[in-house]
C-alpha cells in the first residue's frame, strides 16, 4: 500500500514538475545560452521547430535519460521534431555514431537503440570499435558483420557523421546528455531542474520562438 501512495506522489510531484517546466519563463543566462554559431536545423513543412539531443551510448547518464526520452516522445506536440545527435568529440566516438547512423537508415526503431544502452550499461560489455559494434548487430539483429561494415562506411552515414561532426562542434556542449533548441538555444539541464525537465524546456523555447 505506502509503495502504491508513493507511486502516485512520485507521479503527481513529476507532472507538476513538467507542468512547471512547460509554463515557465525562460531567461537567457539562466536556464540556457545562445549559441554563436547557430546549428543547421531538420524541421520543415508544418514543424515548428526542434529539439536535438546531443548523446553518447557510452554515457551512463544519456543511458538513464533514455526513458524520459520514451515517454516525451510519446507526449510530444507532432509539429516539433526530436534529433537525436550522436556526439562526435574525438576519433574514438565515430565509430558508435556510425551505429546509431546505421540503426537509422536500417530502419531498426527505438527498441533497437535501448538495446544498445542496455548491452553496454546494463550487461556492461564493451561497445567502442567498428569490430565490437559489427559483433553485436550481427548478434542482435541478424545483420552480417560485412554488411555492417558497408552501411557504416556508406555514403548515407558519412554525411550524416559528417554532419554530426559540425553540430558537437558548433554546439559547444562539454558533455552528454545536452539539449539544443532549434539550433540556437542550448539547455542548462542544472538550471531547469535535471537532464528529463530539459526536455520540456526546450520544447516550451520552441513553442516561444514560434508564437512570436
Same mark, same amino acid.
Given at each position: 500500500?505506502? @509503495?502504491?501512495?508513493?507511486?502516485?506522489?512520485?507521479?503527481?510531484?513529476?507532472?507538476?514538475?513538467?507542468?512547471?517546466?512547460?509554463?515557465? @519563463?525562460?531567461k537567457e543566462g539562466q536556464h540556457y545560452v545562445t549559441l554563436q554559431t547557430p546549428?543547421?536545423?531538420?524541421?520543415?513543412?508544418?514543424?515548428?521547430?526542434?529539439?536535438?539531443?546531443?548523446?553518447?551510448?557510452?554515457?551512463?547518464?544519456?543511458?538513464?535519460?533514455? &526513458?524520459?526520452?520514451?515517454?516525451?516522445?510519446?507526449?510530444?506536440?507532432?509539429?516539433?521534431?526530436?534529433? &537525436?545527435?550522436?556526439?562526435?568529440?574525438?576519433?574514438?566516438?565515430?565509430?558508435?555514431?556510425? +551505429?546509431?547512423?546505421?540503426?537509422?537508415?536500417?530502419?531498426?526503431?527505438?527498441?533497437?537503440? @535501448?538495446?544498445?544502452? %542496455?548491452?553496454?550499461?546494463?550487461?556492461?560489455?564493451?561497445? *567502442?570499435?567498428?569490430?565490437?559494434?559489427? +559483433?553485436?548487430?550481427?548478434?542482435?539483429?541478424?545483420?552480417?558483420?560485412?554488411?555492417?561494415?558497408?552501411?557504416?562506411?556508406?555514403?548515407?552515414?558519412?554525411?550524416?557523421?559528417?554532419?554530426?561532426?559540425?553540430?558537437?562542434?558548433?554546439?559547444?556542449?562539454?558533455?552528454?546528455?545536452?539539449?539544443?533548441?532549434?539550433?540556437?538555444? *542550448?539547455?542548462?539541464?542544472?538550471?531547469?531542474?535535471? %537532464?528529463?525537465?530539459?526536455?520540456?524546456?526546450?520544447?516550451?523555447?520552441?513553442?516561444?520562438?514560434?508564437?512570436?
Amino acid at each position: 500500500m505506502f @509503495q502504491r501512495y508513493l507511486l502516485i506522489s512520485l507521479l503527481v510531484t513529476f507532472a507538476s514538475a513538467v507542468f512547471a517546466a512547460e509554463n515557465t @519563463q525562460y531567461k537567457e543566462g539562466q536556464h540556457y545560452v545562445t549559441l554563436q554559431t547557430p546549428l543547421k536545423t531538420s524541421y520543415r513543412g508544418d514543424e515548428i521547430g526542434e529539439v536535438m539531443e546531443f548523446f553518447s551510448y557510452n554515457c551512463i547518464h544519456c543511458a538513464n535519460l533514455e &526513458p524520459a526520452v520514451s515517454r516525451y516522445l510519446a507526449e510530444k506536440p507532432d509539429n516539433i521534431k526530436f534529433t &537525436p545527435i550522436p556526439v562526435v568529440f574525438n576519433e574514438h566516438q565515430k565509430p558508435e555514431a556510425r +551505429a546509431y547512423y546505421v540503426l537509422e537508415i536500417s530502419k531498426l526503431g527505438k527498441d533497437a537503440h @535501448q538495446a544498445i544502452f %542496455n548491452y553496454i550499461h546494463k550487461e556492461r560489455k564493451r561497445l *567502442r570499435t567498428d569490430d565490437q559494434f559489427a +559483433a553485436f548487430f550481427e548478434s542482435k539483429f541478424g545483420i552480417s558483420k560485412e554488411e555492417y561494415m558497408k552501411r557504416a562506411y556508406s555514403f548515407a552515414v558519412n554525411a550524416k557523421l559528417n554532419t554530426a561532426i559540425i553540430l558537437t562542434r558548433d554546439s559547444n556542449i562539454s558533455g552528454t546528455p545536452s539539449l539544443v533548441a532549434n539550433g540556437l538555444y *542550448r539547455i542548462d539541464s542544472a538550471a531547469v531542474g535535471g %537532464n528529463e525537465l530539459a526536455l520540456y524546456a526546450a520544447q516550451s523555447l520552441v513553442q516561444s520562438e514560434a508564437s512570436e
